[in-house]
């Protein structure tokens, strides 16, 4: 446990070097407002002495008090300049850490961001990472400066009268007994509390996207399993901590600060013996009410430790997953075509590529076809770099892949998939997403090649217009439209369609099939096709089966030489032939 605390420890440091010296101010700092804290009790103490020796002179009085306001003023200003700069360096740490978490995404295999679910991510990235910022913006500041200063002030307590020193520290080991008596299994049983939460907060933004499935079949909240048991399980946790720890920390705070009830009687005594003088018994008795504070502060961040700690351990699972290693030195591809050699491939224990051995047409098209569940779609996400394989390899030009920076990769392939997702962004800013240094002169011929100009000028805002989460405010054909621009402008040498219009209208289809003509000109061409009438002209067809090739060849080899194909062209020439006289 100590170990994985101080990589903990260690984790945060390392977030944190870009503020180091803001956090040492910060720290600094913290202990001067703590030190100038204690000023105004020293100065009551010495108030009280004089009075005592009847010492009533106004100008003495006001300097006291000039001191106590000096103290005050100085453990505010001290204080606050101290909370300013932990704030900063806890959002720098915030932000260094999302930024680490983001870009490690962008290098894991597309299969751990799919086999995790997207409310776990929104969980880690916003909420569990925001849940850090105040433990940092205080616990670093006031832990040290709320420990060392009790230290030092225990020293000089020491100094004047080891006697009742002792007398006012000893509810501190009392104190602490019960807080072990609270540390039994905490970590077990916090690292509960907070994984039911994450938990939770997972399986609502899951019911919150199923929603629409929901109220379909009538299905309440509380018919929905998941859900329930989800907020139950958070419910129970809390409840089983709160019972566990709030007993033991209520003996403990309550006996903690009670030092004043062995000081008072053993002072009193002791002056009443002529040991000790007055203003040391008082400056005692102030001592004792100003020691236990501090460290009871100090205590209380036994949940922030513990959160801090679990908090980190789950960032380091995201960013300790393993990446696609591929090198950062470029290479020259001579040639566009994509080879697959033996290649294998598995999601977990299911065995999806079983030996494929296929090369595109170079400058041509090649289509791939298939029964669902054939392989199709993950044949596109490996020549898109999203997984490797498990066997074999994939070459773009005669280089494996392996041996290309991803950043090369992404420039040689356009991808544009059946899910065309769109950025809350304007439609010209989706669409430069193809080339970041695009003007808009060459966004908007990318749109009239996409055939998207005609209907981005009819709205109200042109293509200032926002589309909305997730292209929202757009129709499945539009935004479609606007995912070929942006493949148009990015302008790679290989273009890769994932079933582009599998669920498309007939009226948008041909539109689209003109908006792919502009994009594929002079480039090599991957189909992945639902429609195989779309594909008829395809140099080369490739035929999946059960992860297997059938067979390869163009339309009319394969309608004579494979099975297979002959019945999926008669089956989509029915259901076409069908939906025409339904619509007749």
Same mark, same amino acid.
């Given at each position: 446990?100590?170990?994985?605390?101080?990589?903990?420890?260690?984790?945060?440091?390392?977030?944190?070097?870009?503020?180091?010296?803001?956090?040492?101010?910060?720290?600094?700092?913290?202990?001067?407002?703590?030190?100038?804290?204690?000023?105004?009790?020293?100065?009551?103490?010495?108030?009280?002495?004089?009075?005592?020796?009847?010492?009533? @002179?106004?100008?003495?009085?006001?300097?006291? &008090?000039?001191?106590?306001?000096?103290?005050?003023?100085?453990?505010?200003?001290?204080?606050?300049?101290?909370t300013i700069l932990s704030h900063k360096s806890a959002f720098i740490i915030l932000k260094n850490i999302r930024q680490e978490i983001t870009e490690k995404l962008s290098r894991v295999p597309m299969g751990y961001i799919i086999d995790t679910p997207s409310g776990k991510f929104k969980t880690s990235i916003v909420d569990t990472v925001e849940k850090i910022e105040l433990p940092l913006a205080h616990m670093i500041p006031e832990l040290t400066s709320n420990l060392l200063v009790p230290i030092c002030l225990s020293?000089?307590?020491?100094?004047?009268?080891?006697?009742? &020193?002792?007398?006012?520290?000893?509810?501190?080991?009392?104190?602490?007994?019960? +807080?072990?008596?609270?540390?039994?299994?905490?970590?077990?049983?916090?690292?509960?509390?907070?994984?039911?939460?994450?938990?939770?907060?997972?399986?609502?933004?899951?019911?919150?996207?199923?929603?629409?499935?929901?109220?379909?079949?009538?299905?309440?909240?509380?018919?929905?399993?998941?859900?329930?048991?989800?907020?139950?399980?958070?419910?129970?946790?809390?409840?089983?901590?709160?019972?566990?720890?709030?007993?033991? +920390?209520?003996?403990?705070?309550?006996?903690?600060?009670?030092?004043?009830?062995?000081?008072?009687?053993?002072?009193?005594?002791?002056?009443?013996?002529?040991?000790?003088?007055?203003?040391?018994?008082?400056?005692?008795?102030?001592?004792?009410?100003?020691?236990?504070?501090?460290?009871?502060?100090?205590?209380?961040?036994?949940?922030?430790?513990?959160?801090?700690?679990?908090?980190?351990?789950?960032?380091?699972?995201?960013?300790?997953?393993?990446?696609?290693?591929?090198?950062?030195?470029?290479?020259?591809?001579?040639?566009?075509?994509?080879?697959?050699?033996?290649?294998?491939?598995? +999601?977990?224990?299911?065995?999806?590529?079983?030996?494929?051995?296929?090369?595109?047409?170079?400058?041509?098209?090649?289509?791939?076809?298939?029964?669902?569940?054939?392989?199709?779609?993950?044949?596109?996400?490996?020549?898109?770099?999203?997984?490797?394989?498990?066997?074999?390899?994939?070459?773009?030009?005669?280089?494996?892949?392996?041996?290309?920076?991803?950043?090369?990769?992404?420039?040689?392939?356009?991808?544009?998939?059946?899910?065309?997702?769109?950025?809350?962004?304007?439609?010209?800013?989706?669409?430069?997403?193809?080339?970041?240094? &695009?003007?808009?002169?060459?966004?908007?011929?990318?749109?009239?090649?996409?055939?998207?100009?005609?209907?981005?000028?009819?709205?109200?805002?042109?293509?200032?217009?926002?589309?909305?989460?997730?292209?929202?405010?757009?129709?499945?054909?539009?935004?479609?439209?606007?995912?070929?621009?942006?493949?148009?402008?990015?302008?790679?040498?290989?273009?890769?369609?994932?079933?582009?219009?599998?669920?498309?209208?007939?009226?948008?289809?041909?539109?689209?099939?003109?908006?792919?003509?502009?994009?594929?000109?002079?480039?090599?061409?991957?189909?992945?096709? !639902?429609?195989?009438?779309?594909?008829? !002209?395809?140099?080369?067809?490739?035929?999946?089966?059960?992860?297997?090739?059938?067979?390869?060849?163009? !339309?009319?080899?394969?309608?004579? @030489?494979?099975?297979?194909?002959?019945?999926?062209?008669?089956? !989509?020439?029915?259901?076409?032939?069908? &939906?025409?006289?339904?619509?007749?």
């Amino acid at each position: 446990m100590k170990d994985n605390k101080q990589n903990s420890i260690s984790m945060i440091l390392n977030f944190a070097k870009q503020c180091k010296n803001k956090m040492i101010a910060s720290i600094l700092l913290s202990i001067a407002g703590v030190a100038f804290g204690m000023i105004p009790y020293f100065a009551v103490s010495n108030l009280i002495s004089r009075l005592f020796e009847n010492d009533y @002179k106004w100008a003495n009085i006001m300097y006291i &008090a000039l001191i106590a306001l000096i103290g005050y003023l100085g453990k505010v200003i001290f204080s606050t300049m101290s909370t300013i700069l932990s704030h900063k360096s806890a959002f720098i740490i915030l932000k260094n850490i999302r930024q680490e978490i983001t870009e490690k995404l962008s290098r894991v295999p597309m299969g751990y961001i799919i086999d995790t679910p997207s409310g776990k991510f929104k969980t880690s990235i916003v909420d569990t990472v925001e849940k850090i910022e105040l433990p940092l913006a205080h616990m670093i500041p006031e832990l040290t400066s709320n420990l060392l200063v009790p230290i030092c002030l225990s020293i000089y307590f020491f100094f004047l009268d080891w006697r009742l &020193a002792l007398i006012a520290l000893v509810t501190i080991p009392i104190g602490l007994v019960c +807080y072990m008596g609270m540390m039994k299994d905490y970590e077990t049983r916090y690292a509960r509390v907070l994984k039911a939460g994450r938990n939770m907060d997972a399986t609502i933004v899951e019911y919150i996207n199923g929603i629409e499935v929901i109220k379909m079949f009538n299905q309440s909240a509380r018919s929905y399993k998941k859900y329930t048991d989800a907020v139950k399980e958070n419910s129970n946790s809390k409840s089983e901590w709160f019972k566990k720890t709030n007993g033991y +920390y209520t003996i403990a705070i309550c006996i903690m600060p009670t030092s004043l009830l062995g000081v008072l009687p053993m002072g009193t005594y002791l002056f009443m013996k002529g040991s000790i003088s007055i203003p040391v018994l008082i400056t005692c008795i102030i001592l004792s009410l100003s020691l236990i504070k501090p460290l009871i502060q100090a205590l209380e961040y036994t949940d922030s430790l513990a959160m801090v700690d679990s908090t980190v351990k789950e960032i380091a699972e995201i960013l300790e997953a393993k990446e696609m290693n591929r090198p950062i030195d470029r290479k020259n591809i001579k040639n566009n075509t994509i080879t697959f050699e033996n290649a294998c491939f598995a +999601y977990g224990e299911v065995q999806v590529l079983k030996d494929i051995s296929f090369s595109t047409v170079p400058s041509g098209i090649t289509a791939i076809v298939g029964p669902s569940g054939s392989g199709k779609s993950t044949i596109a996400k490996l020549i898109a770099s999203f997984w490797d394989v498990d066997k074999g390899s994939i070459k773009i030009g005669g280089i494996d892949v392996k041996e290309l920076p991803l950043s090369q990769i992404m420039e040689t392939i356009a991808y544009v998939s059946q899910d065309n997702f769109l950025f809350n962004l304007s439609i010209r800013e989706n669409i430069r997403l193809g080339n970041k240094n &695009a003007s808009d002169e060459e966004v908007e011929m990318a749109a009239k090649k996409a055939s998207a100009h005609e209907f981005i000028i009819t709205l109200p805002n042109g293509y200032d217009t926002n589309v909305g989460d997730a292209g929202g405010k757009l129709s499945g054909g539009e935004r479609q439209r606007i995912s070929i621009a942006r493949a148009i402008l990015k302008n790679a040498s290989v273009v890769l369609l994932d079933e582009a219009t599998a669920f498309t209208d007939p009226e948008n289809e041909s539109i689209i099939q003109k908006s792919i003509n502009e994009l594929i000109k002079n480039k090599t061409l991957i189909v992945i096709a !639902h429609r195989l009438s779309t594909i008829v !002209h395809a140099d080369q067809i490739v035929v999946m089966n059960k992860g297997k090739i059938e067979n390869m060849g163009n !339309h009319r080899y394969l309608l004579e @030489k494979c099975k297979l194909y002959k019945e999926l062209w008669q089956a !989509h020439i029915s259901f076409k032939d069908n &939906a025409i006289e339904e619509v007749s």
